[in-house]
C-alpha cells in the first residue's frame, strides 16, 4: 500500500495475502480479517492496525524484517494456524473499552519475538486481579501505569497505619496471626489477608501463573512485554497448617495465556483436592 492509499476490509470478509505485504498508507485496515496464506516466507513491514489476523504459511512469517518503522497491532483475534510467527519485537495486541485482543488457542503454529500485551480497565477505581501473559516481564514495566505508590516488600500481616502499597501477590505460607479488626471482615477474612506482600522492589519479575492484586484508576490500562507463555505451565501450589483450615490453602493463580480460559469446559480440566471455583 503507497503512502496515501488505504485497504479497507470489513466483516465478514477476508483477504488472502501470499507474498510480502508492506503499508505506506491508512494504518486502518478494517474490520475484516486478513489470511497471510504463502507458501514461501513472508514479509511484513509498516505501521498498520488489523481486527482478526489467520497466519496460514507453512514456512515462516516475518514482521518488521528491515524496518524499524513497522507496528502491527492487533484489535481482536490472531491465530497462527500453522508455521513460525517472528514478530520482531513488533507485535502489540491492542485493548480498548470495547474489546482486548487475544491469541487464539486453536493456532497449530509457534510465535517467537517479543509481543507487547494491553489490558484497559474500564472499570472503577480500585484493587483488580492481573497475571502476566509473557515471561520475563518485571515489575517496573507496570509501575507507571498503576495508581499511587509501591510499598516495596510490604508485609500486610505487620502493617499498622500508613500507606499500603498497590501492587501485591500472595504468599500462602505467612500464617501470621495478626488480625485488622478496622476492616470490617471476619476473623477468618483478617487471617487471610497476612498473606498478602508486596514485591521487593521494581526488577523483580513477575512469575507466571502468579496472581496480583493492583490499583488501577478506571480509564487506564496496563501494557507488558515479552515472550508470550505457551504449553503446559506449572504452578508449585502450597498448603500451610495454621490451626485453622478455613484460611489455610488459599493460593493466588492466574491465567498465563494471551488468551480466554473456560473454567466451565467440558474437556482441559482435572479437579483433584482444588475446588473449582474462581
Known amino acids: 500500500i503507497e503512502e496515501g492509499g488505504y485497504l479497507v476490509v470489513n466483516s465478514p470478509c477476508e483477504v488472502y495475502i501470499r507474498g510480502d505485504f508492506s503499508n505506506s498508507g491508512s494504518k486502518n485496515i478494517g474490520t475484516g480479517t486478513i489470511i497471510f496464506d ?3 516466507p ?15 504459511n507453512p514456512t ?20 497462527v494456524k500453522q508455521g513460525h510467527l517472528k514478530t520482531g519485537n513488533r507485535l502489540t495486541l491492542y485493548s480498548d473499552d470495547k474489546q482486548t485482543a487475544i491469541i487464539s488457542s486453536k493456532g497449530e503454529g509457534e510465535i517467537s519475538g517479543k509481543v507487547t500485551c494491553q489490558r ?8 483488580h486481579y492481573i497475571s502476566m501473559p509473557v515471561y520475563g516481564a518485571s515489575v517496573s514495566e507496570i509501575r507507571d501505569d498503576i495508581k499511587d505508590e509501591i510499598v516495596w516488600g510490604q508485609d500486610y500481616s505487620a502493617y499498622k497505619t500508613g500507606t499500603l502499597s498497590n501492587l501485591w501477590y500472595y504468599n500462602e505460607t505467612n500464617v501470621s496471626k495478626e488480625l485488622h479488626p478496622e476492616t470490617g471482615l471476619s476473623i477468618d477474612e483478617q487471617l487471610k489477608m497476612n498473606g498478602w506482600i508486596a514485591p521487593s522492589g521494581p526488577q523483580v519479575i513477575m512469575d507466571k501463573m502468579k496472581g496480583y492484586s493492583v ?27 495454621s490451626g485453622n483450615h478455613s484460611v489455610d490453602g488459599w493460593n493466588f493463580v492466574g491465567n498465563p495465556y494471551p488468551s480466554f480460559i473456560d ?16
Not at 518488521?64 to 491465530?79: A, C, M, P, Q, Y
Not at 490499583?215 to 504449553?231: D, F, Y
Not at 467440558?266 to 474462581?278: P, Q
Request: charged share 20%; glycine share 12%.
Open 38 to 40: 504463502g507458501k514461501t
Open 215 to 241: 490499583v488501577l484508576p478506571a480509564g487506564t490500562g496496563l501494557e507488558v512485554s515479552g515472550e508470550v507463555n505457551n504449553g503446559d505451565i506449572t504452578a508449585n501450589l502450597t498448603y500451610t497448617n
Open 120 to 127: 484497559y480497565n474500564p472499570g472503577v477505581y480500585g484493587y
Open 60 to 79: 515462516e512469517i516475518l514482521i518488521n524484517e528491515g524496518d524499524e518503522k513497522t507496528n502491527f497491532t492487533v484489535k481482536s483475534i490472531l491465530r
Open 42 to 56: 513472508q514479509n511484513i513491514t509498516g505501521n498498520m492496525i488489523f481486527n482478526n489476523v489467520i497466519m496460514n
Open 263 to 278: 473454567i466451565e469446559a467440558a474437556e482441559g480440566w482435572h479437579w483433584e483436592n482444588v475446588d473449582k471455583a474462581i
